[in-house]
């Protein structure tokens, strides 16, 4: 008798001790499905030295580079930047090996030598993953046909593409599409242009709540500045380094009135253009102009006047200009700092 109702007890304690290890293991541990999913991208990726830790504890939530919410145990930040060397060779990514997160916000992939996606395993098998929101694709070697695989991706709200491969026009089709996008940069690329399937009337980039907008080192002129006339929650726009040249005109930038910083170093740039009317702007404190004496010619005189013209500004950035002498006081308006 008293063994019969030791064992009961002991069993009872049995089944407390499975339940509190299960509920236990959903806090604190991760799924099966995602844990083979990371141990597969590791073998992809050529078992990098800096995934060595991957495997060793059974716990994925733990691992370096992950991120889980302990809440449903599921993965939601993917830190896999820097994590391949150059010795390693190129590398088409098989971003299929990312559809089990499904509840992923945050993928980090830049500087790791990637070159493209496998064919059919691009980033359109990623279109149902609704939580993404910040894909960094940076430093790698990415051509334009990556764009066509971006359009599923809605809840994207951070894209990151600079220095890649990009080259000439891209397609503003699928980046539309993205209409939750905040932050995009295409810094440090080739590209020329805007262009759509739907022609050239229809260059448009139509991003309602794009913010920040990189476009720097890459070959703009002054033509592209018309694809961003849209963008009227913009309040940050670096496209330094392009080859804009001779007279900005403001007033084709009309819509962008929330604009506050506005970056245009290394170009060259004679003067502002705008008339009484032009709102674009208007709202503008910071604007930066360095370098942008290239080929040896003087900061124009036009250029610092034209400034004056911008209500709200309190920041100019003039480094590298080799300015000499002094200033006529027309610029003297009490609000502008050197
Ligand atoms: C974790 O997931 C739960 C359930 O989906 C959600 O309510 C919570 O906000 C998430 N926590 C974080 C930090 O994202
Ligand atoms: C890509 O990864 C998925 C998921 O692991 C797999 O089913 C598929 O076979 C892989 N594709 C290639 C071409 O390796
Ligand atoms: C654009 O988004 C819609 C719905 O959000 C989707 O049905 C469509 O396939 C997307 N287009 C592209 C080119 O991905
Ligand atoms: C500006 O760039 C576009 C696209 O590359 C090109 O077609 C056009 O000729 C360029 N305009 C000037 C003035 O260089
Ligand atoms: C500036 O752009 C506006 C709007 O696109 C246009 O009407 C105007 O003619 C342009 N001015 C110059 C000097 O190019
Ligand atoms: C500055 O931005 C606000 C909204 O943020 C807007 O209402 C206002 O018109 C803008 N100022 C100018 C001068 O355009």
Known sequence: MGLNRFSSLAGT???YAMVLSQSWWSCHGCLDEERS????????FNYPIFLQSWGKVANCCSWEGVDCNFTTGRVVELHLSRIREEGMGDLYLNVSLF?????????YLSRNFIVGCVENEGFERLSGLDSLEVLNLGVN????????????LSSLRSLYLYRNQLKGAISVDELNNLTSLRSLDFGGNEI???KSIHGTSDDLLRLRNLESLGLNVNHFNDSALSSLKGLSSLKS???GYNQLKGSFNVTELDALINLEEVYLDGNEIDKFVLSKDTRGFGNVSLISLSNSNSNGRAL????????????NLRTLS?????????FGTTLDKGNLWY
């Open 99 to 107: 559809r089990p997160f499904q509840e992923l916000q945050y993928l």
């Open 318 to 326: 003039l480094d590298e200009n080799n300015l000499e002498g002094s």
């Open 13 to 15: 304690l049995m089944i």
């Open 300 to 311: 124009p005189f036009a250029l610092l006047q034209s400034l004056t013209k911008f209500p």
């Open 141 to 152: 070697k990415f051509d334009n046909s990556i764009l066509s695989s971006l359009g599923g």
């Open 237 to 239: 726009l670096d496209i």
């Open 192 to 194: 020329e242009s805007f």
């Open 37 to 44: 999913a990371l141990l597969r991208i590791k073998s992809s």
